[in-house]
């Protein structure tokens, strides 16, 4: 593997390296001296490695893969007879998902320190705004840090105003074809309901199960723009296409993953909300704990700080799956793609057994 390699880039700079290279002893990508001293770690995406090891360029070349003489043959590009696999599974890529948060606390902790204070500032008002932010600015700083650009959070708030037109256009049109599939589904629910009650058991089964198909479509819709954000916020240099197209065209790789993916983070992030809000209930009832201090305003609002910061920490990590996903199923239908990527992190695709 990588016998036929006549020249190495450096993944920070994109330039080729002409002399010694200095090689992630985590990954052994090769990179340049001042490019890995300038960063201060691996700028494989995912990886993390802050070792490295100085090697020749010819020993360098032995740890990179040639483009297409090395991809296997039945991930080629020109092989069109295999249906495009995700390689991970749900649990696989949440497990991936925490370690990249763990992993990067100089990313996830100020972005989860924003969105618990805008939550508690704004309310409702932020219900929406909030967490397609926080998705939009966190997905531009990981990959931007991935490929050993700058990455600090002034920096990507620039990004996102740049990006935000298509961002806000992408999410007025899926977001109201979600909203308008979800009020015909639950007026159909209630047609039934009503139908059932007057006895009229053909009618009420027919809207159920019309209802139960137009609910369907609603949640697919809604997978659908949570990885068109993704596609959104990355720009036209990254994704020149139009999001919406784009993320159903990926979703395909793995459409039952993505499906199961939003029904779990709904149901998830619902009973973790709930389980929050009875936690403060039951510590500030007149039995509980902090019942001296239950009228206390300082305390009531750290409560509620508390509440956000811990549903905010659940958005981040479904914002980061959802990024994983897209990469993933980039990387499925394109296996050449994304070379900053790292294996363990963005698995390339299943090789299928024909």
Known sequence: MGSNVTSVVCPVCASEIVRMAHVCSRCRTPHHADCAGFIGRCAVFGCGGAAFEEQSLGAAMLHVPSSEADAPESISVSNTSTKPKLRRGIGGRLVAACRLAMGNPGIFLPLLALSATCNFAFGILAAFVTPQTIQCLLVILLISRA????????WAVGAL????????????IVGLTVGFLMSVGGMLWMAAYSAFGNQQVVAGMVAVALGALVLWKSMDRAAVLQLSQIVAALGTEEEPGNPRDRSEELIGVGYWQAFATFFLFCFGGGMLGGAVGYLKVILLSSHGPFAASASSVPMKAAFDLFGHAVVGAMGLLASTFWMLFYLEARKARQPLDLAFTSPEFVPGPEESAS
């Open 161 to 172: 105003v740049r990006r935000l037109p298509r961002i806000l256009w992408n999410f007025v």
């Open 147 to 154: 490929k050993g650009k700058e990455s600090s959070l002034g």
